[in-house]
Nanobody, 126 residues
Framework: QVRLVESGGGSVQAGGSLRLSCEVS????????MAWFRQAPGKEREGVAALDSDGHTTYAESVKGRFAISQDNAKNILYLQMNSLQPEDTAMYYC????????????????????WGQGTQVTVSS
């Protein structure tokens, strides 16, 4: 059974940094698309950063240059390094995975993913 467990959320001041982790179990890590999504209160879930099955990255315009997605294949962990955080980054952050092949902007579409974690809260104060 596929399981994704996020951690690393918290409260920081504007300009600060956080690193989110997503521990993956229940399937072969290689060959899956992986992504981070976020959902702020009253807003739709949006794709933030993604890795395709070849390791290529895709980012939302709002986080380019500030966030970085990476993975540790040996440990089956997906990371999201978030720098220069702003109050508008406040949201619940979710890890997602799918075994199908998606590329480019498709990687940031919620409906492309079958597996989801429970989320970790990130709060940025001004």
């Amino acid at each position: 059974q596929v399981r994704l467990v996020e951690s690393g959320g918290g409260s920081v001041q504007a300009g600060g940094s956080l690193r989110l982790s997503c521990e993956v179990s229940g399937y072969s890590y290689n060959g899956y698309c992986m992504a981070w999504f976020r959902q702020a209160p009253g807003k739709e879930r949006e794709g933030v950063a993604a890795l395709d099955s070849d390791g290529h990255t895709t980012y939302a315009e709002s986080v380019k240059g500030r966030f970085a997605i990476s993975q540790d294949n040996a440990k089956n962990i997906l990371y999201l390094q978030m720098n220069s955080l702003q109050p508008e980054d406040t949201a619940m952050y979710y890890c997602a995975a799918d075994s199908r092949v998606w590329v480019g902007s498709l990687l940031l579409q919620e409906r492309r993913y079958n597996y989801w974690g429970q989320g970790t809260q990130v709060t940025v104060s001004s």
